[in-house]
């Protein structure tokens, strides 16, 4: 890893550390699709990528992430369901 992947990858241990449990809530990506959290999905781009290649992995994952947040505010999603590695919200 470089050192800019070993700076970031710390700030995100940091941030799943200091700031993360004082949020009072969780990743709404991870809750309506499962798998990592952002913080989980970033620091892996970044570890496998590295930062430069991870830009625009991480943008697409905040916006998915927003809309996840929307969904999940929208209703009552009671959980997921996974169609051929698609993952299905469902509300009954």
């Not at 970031?8 to 949020?23: D, F």
Request: include cysteine; hydrophobic fraction near 40%.
């Amino acid at each position: 890893m470089t050192p800019a992947a070993r700076l970031t990858v710390r700030g995100i241990e940091a941030y799943r550390r200091h700031l993360s449990p004082r949020k009072h809530g969780a990743c709404a990506h991870r809750l309506a699709h499962g798998g990592d959290s952002c913080s989980g999905a970033v620091e892996g781009y970044v570890r496998r990528r590295g930062v430069v290649r991870s830009v625009v992995p991480t943008v697409v994952r905040f916006a998915a992430c927003a809309q996840a947040f929307r969904l999940l505010q929208a209703g009552d999603v009671r959980g997921v369901c996974c169609c051929g590695g698609i993952p299905i919200p469902f509300r009954f």
